[in-house]
T-cell receptor, first 115, second 116 residues
Framework: AQSVAQPEDQVNVAEGNPLTVKCTYS??????LFWYVQYPNRGLQFLLK??????LVKGSYGFEAEFNKSQTSFHLKKPSALVSDSALYFC?????????????FGTGTQLKVEL | DTGVSQNPRHKITKRGQNVTFRCDPI?????LYWYRQTLGQGPEFLTY????????KSRLLSDRFSAERPKGSFSTLEIQRTEQGDSAMYLC??????????????FGPGTRLTVL
């Protein structure tokens, strides 16, 4: 069975400071990892994914994530946080499902960026 | 707006009633997924369609739940004899099957179900 863990329920950071939202995964086989963001009353929005290749993945809105196979981690990062980045962030791992790729999500991390 | 749409956005029903939700995926996407999200949790996979074929169902999907995707376009999720435990946000997502096998999924805004 595949799973992801997001050890922090909430992360607080000051605007302009770097941010990190942590994610660790457990899969048998190759990991296919995703980050999504959820704003209030809006659907999940795709940020970035790691399938293969470079361990540093760049995504939308200035976010990036670092894949670390030895630590089974896929932490989300941004060099300089904005107040508008405040939202709920989900890490997910993909598993084969008869031709598709169902996602298994973590419990989410609430990011709060303060002035 | 050419994103995934879901209707209704909110549904309040009494226990024991049947409800049906609709999802319209992005037009060129032939993969469609349903997830359920409860407060404080991440979305949980319910079922998956490739075109009109339902290829996988989660054990979370009891016999009271049924999903269809006629003609491989929109999809409906029906819950019969609703229970209070069915109260959740029901999310629909779609993705294309070309290119990378692990294409990202695009989510709709969800249907929030409240069972009284």
């Amino acid at each position: 069975a595949q799973s992801v863990a997001q050890p922090e329920d909430q992360v607080n950071v000051a605007e302009g400071n770097p941010l990190t939202v942590k994610c660790t995964y457990s899969v048998s086989g190759n990991p296919y990892l995703f980050w999504y963001v959820q704003y209030p009353n809006r659907g999940l929005q795709f940020l970035l994914k790691y399938i293969t290749g470079d361990n540093l993945v760049k995504g939308s809105y200035g976010f990036e994530a670092e894949f670390n196979k030895s630590q089974t981690s896929f932490h989300l990062k941004k060099p300089s946080a904005l107040v508008s980045d405040s939202a709920l962030y989900f890490c997910a791992v993909s598993g084969y499902t008869g031709g598709g790729n169902k996602l298994t999500f973590g419990t989410g991390t609430q990011l709060k960026v303060e002035l | 707006d050419t994103g995934v749409s879901q209707n209704p956005r909110h549904k309040i029903t009494k226990r024991g009633q049947n409800v049906t939700f609709r999802c319209d995926p992005i037009s060129e996407h032939n993969r469609l997924y349903w997830y359920r999200q409860t407060l404080g949790q991440g979305p949980e996979f319910l079922t998956y369609f490739q075109n009109e074929a339902q290829l996988e169902k989660s054990r979370l999907l009891s016999d009271r739940f049924s999903a269809e995707r006629p003609k491989g376009s929109f999809s409906t999720l029906e819950i019969q004899r609703t229970e209070q435990g069915d109260s959740a946000m029901y999310l629909c997502a779609s993705s294309r099957s070309g290119g990378s096998f692990y294409n990202e999924q695009f989510f709709g805004p969800g249907t929030r179900l409240t069972v009284l």
